[in-house]
C-alpha cells in the first residue's frame, strides 16, 4: 500500500508539472511549501519520525513555538516535514 501511495503521489506531482508547463497562461505562486505531518503521537515519537525526515532531506531541525520541523528546498518549491507538539498549544494561547 505505501509504494502504491508512493508512485501515486510522484505521478501526480510529475503530472501537475506537466499541465503547468502545457498551459503558460496559468499563473504560479513565486514560491510553494508542501508540508507533510507527522503521525500524532507522543512529542517524542513524533520529533523522531521528523528526525527520519531531517536525515533523509540531510537538513537541520528546527524548534520554534512548538512546531518541531525540517525541510528541503528545490528551487521555489519547499518539502516540509513538521510535527506539532503539546507545547504548541502554549503557543496558541498567548496570541
Known sequence: MINDQRTEM??????????MEARPAI??????TVYTFATRAADEVMKAEIDDYAAQ???????????????????????RAVAICSTAAAYRTQS
Open 10 to 19: 510522484i505521478a501526480g506531482l510529475r503530472a501537475l508539472a506537466d499541465f
Open 57 to 79: 532531506f540531510e537538513a537541520p531541525i528546527t524548534f520554534e513555538r512548538g512546531h518541531y520541523a525540517t525541510s528541503r528546498t528545490f528551487g521555489p518549491v519547499e518539502w
Open 27 to 32: 499563473p504560479v505562486l513565486a514560491d510553494l
